[in-house]
């Protein structure tokens, strides 16, 4: 199986800072990476797929870069609403696999 | 727009077989390129991938499950089912149902979950 890592397992930051997560993967998965956002007692929801492109609906601040074994999800300017749990997921063999997740909390 | 709805016991004993459902509404279970999946949550921990399914019934599953997992489709009621059998208090979890795109691979749409209990 491949195994999933992601840093940091958890992030304290302001409104309106930078903030980068990093996804890596334990062998090379292409582009077959993709970010979903999870709010507490809620389902996730996806952010981005293949690596970078950005689901219809998902503000612009949201970006994700990366091939083969490391990617990042990037949002540009933090936003009240964007406090939540992150997950990468490869797509790229069976069984799909998820990273532990990003909780992004206030500072 | 299609939302997807699980159902099911919330309390299973151990040694049984967990049973849920999930029911398609705003769309066609056999239409497009989409394929059906069961993710699963244990309490404050990361997401777990069952397995999926297609209209076709050809299935992919997590070997980890070792052989416990069924899945079928019902095309004339626009759900499709997860059978776990022999639970243990490990298969304690929300379960969630998602859909699936074949050309990107990603789960673009989830039920709300289903909290399902293992316990006597």
């Known amino acids: 199986d491949i195994q999933m890592t992601q840093s940091p397992s958890s992030l304290s930051a302001s409104i309106g800072d930078r903030v980068t997560i990093t996804c890596r993967a334990s062998?090379?998965?292409?582009?077959?990476l993709n970010w979903y956002q999870q709010k507490p007692g809620k389902a996730p929801s996806l952010l981005i797929y293949?690596?970078?492109s950005l689901q219809s609906g998902v503000p612009s601040r949201f970006s994700g870069s990366g091939s083969g074994t490391d990617f990042t999800l990037t949002i540009s300017s933090l936003q009240p609403e964007d406090f939540a749990t992150y997950y990468c997921q490869q797509s790229y063999s069976i069984p799909r696999t998820f990273g532990q997740g990003t909780k992004v909390e206030i500072k | 727009q299609v939302q997807l709805q699980e159902s099911g016991p919330g309390l299973v004993k151990p040694s049984q077989t967990l049973s849920l459902t999930c029911t398609v509404s705003?769309?066609?279970?056999?239409?497009?390129?989409?394929?059906w999946s069961w993710i699963r949550q244990p309490a404050g921990k990361g997401l777990e991938w069952i397995g999926r399914?297609?209209?076709?019934?050809?299935?992919n599953q997590d070997t980890s499950l070792k052989g416990r997992v069924t899945m079928s489709v019902d095309t004339s009621k626009n759900d499709f089912s997860l059978k776990l059998s022999s639970v243990t208090a490990a298969d304690t979890a929300v379960y969630y149902c998602a859909l699936g795109d074949s050309r990107d691979d990603a789960f673009h749409i989830w039920g709300q979950g289903a909290l399902v209990i293992v316990s006597s």
């Open positions: 293949i690596a970078s």
């Open positions: 062998q090379s998965i292409g582009r077959n």
């Open positions: 705003g769309g066609s279970i056999s239409s497009g390129s989409h394929f």
């Open positions: 399914l297609y209209t076709s019934a050809s299935t």
